[in-house]
T-cell receptor, first 110, second 114 residues
């Protein structure tokens, strides 16, 4: 069974702090996506990374795909209350199956 | 442009009852998916469809059936509900295969089976 492990499972920090969320696996993925989900809503895609070592920036969010395409990280600079939500990573494996992580619940306190 | 809509939003069933969840998308997407989301377990794929008239099993298909008679609709059926099927159900659609394209999710259906 392929697994995508996300850490931490829960993170509560003050507004203005920086944070990093990790998504790790022993499997290689052809692409990896990050989604954000707010309470009572479905996940919304933030970014897709495809190339090993790829770095993508979305305002204060920086996404990195590991060189071996087995792991990824999401770094948020100067977190704001609007960043609060559940962050999910999902990787597409060699069988074109999408494997989901369990998520990191992030709370940014004003 | 409503995107992906799901009905109903909430439902309470008794063990053994049946129900159908409806998903509709207006983006002309070929691919549609049904997931369940349980605390601490992320999203798990129940069934999916790669086009009108076609369906396939996902990771956790037991106890569920699906149909895609029209391109814009994807129905999820529970023939005999069990407490283990208490969950939040999400429908999603994409133009190309999930993982290589954006999946658009509906708002979810919260189902409780007593």
């Amino acid at each position: 069974t392929q697994l995508l492990e996300q850490s931490p499972q829960f993170l509560s920090i003050q507004e203005g702090e920086n944070l990093t969320v990790y998504c790790n696996s022993s499997s290689v993925f052809s692409s990896l996506q990050w989604y954000r989900q707010e309470p009572g809503e479905g996940p919304v895609l933030l970014v897709t990374v495809v190339t090993g070592g790829e770095v993508k920036k979305l305002k204060r969010l920086t996404f990195q795909f590991g060189d071996a395409r087995k792991d990824s990280s999401l770094h948020i600079t100067a977190a704001q209350p609007g960043d609060t939500g559940l962050y999910l990573c999902a990787g597409m494996d060699s069988n074109y199956q999408l494997i989901w992580g369990a998520g990191t619940k992030l709370i940014i306190k004003p | 442009n409503a995107g992906v809509t799901q009905t109903p939003k909430f439902r309470v069933l008794k063990t053994g009852q049946s129900m159908t969840l409806l998903c509709a998308q207006d983006m002309n997407h070929e691919y549609m998916y049904w997931y369940r989301q349980d605390p601490g377990m992320g999203l798990r794929l129940i069934h999916y469809s790669v086009g009108e008239g076609t369906t396939a099993k996902g990771e956790v298909p037991d106890g569920y059936n699906v149909s895609r008679l029209k391109k814009q609709n994807f129905l999820l059926g529970l023939e005999s509900a069990a407490p283990s099927q208490t969950s939040v159900y999400f429908c999603a659609s994409s133009y190309r295969l999930a993982g290589g394209d954006t999946q658009y999710f509906g708002p979810g259906t919260r189902l409780t089976v007593l």
